[in-house]
C-alpha cells in the first residue's frame, strides 16, 4: 500500500524557511514522478513544484521560483521542499503527490496527473 506523509509544517514569520518532508512507501518510485501541491483556504489546489525521482530534474511554478527548491533523497526515499523567504500568501496546506509513469514530461501541474497523495501539512506565514 502506498503511503506519502508529509511533515515540517508549522508557523513562521514573513521572510522565514521551513523545510517540508516526504515519505514514500509502499512501492519503488523510482520512475516516479513526485509533486508539492498547495491549498490555501477558499481556493483550489495549486501546483507548487515536481521532481522526476531518477533524473532529479525540477518544475515550479511562478510564485515560488527561486524561494524553494524541490528535491530527494532516495536513500531515504523522502522528498523535500525547502521553502525560504516565506510571504504570507504562502500560507496553505501542503500536499505531497506521487505522479506514475506516463508518456508525458515531469512537469505535471494537473491534480489528475497524480496517483497519490499525503494527507496535508499546514504551513502558516503570519505578517
Known amino acids: 500500500q502506498v503511503q506519502l506523509v508529509e511533515s515540517g509544517g508549522g508557523l513562521v514569520q514573513a521572510g522565514g524557511s521551513l523545510r517540508l518532508s516526504c515519505a514514500a512507501s509502499?512501492?519503488?518510485?523510482?520512475?516516479?514522478?513526485m509533486g508539492w501541491f498547495r491549498q490555501a483556504p477558499g481556493k483550489e489546489r495549486e501546483f507548487v513544484a515536481s521532481?522526476?525521482?531518477?533524473?532529479?530534474?525540477?518544475y515550479y511554478t511562478d510564485a515560488v521560483k527561486g524561494r524553494f527548491t524541490i528535491s530527494r533523497d532516495n536513500a531515504k526515499s523522502t522528498v523535500y521542499l525547502q521553502m525560504n523567504s516565506l510571504k504570507p500568501d504562502d500560507t496553505a496546506v501542503y500536499y505531497c503527490?506521487?505522479?506514475?509513469?506516463?508518456?508525458?514530461?515531469?512537469?505535471?501541474?494537473?491534480?489528475?496527473?497524480?496517483?497519490?497523495w499525503g494527507q496535508g501539512t499546514q504551513v502558516t506565514v503570519s505578517s
Open positions: 503527490a506521487a505522479s506514475a509513469p506516463r508518456p508525458i514530461g515531469a512537469r505535471r501541474e494537473d491534480l489528475e496527473e497524480y496517483d497519490y
Open positions: 509502499g512501492r519503488t518510485f523510482s520512475s516516479y514522478v
Open positions: 521532481i522526476r525521482w531518477s533524473a532529479g530534474s525540477s
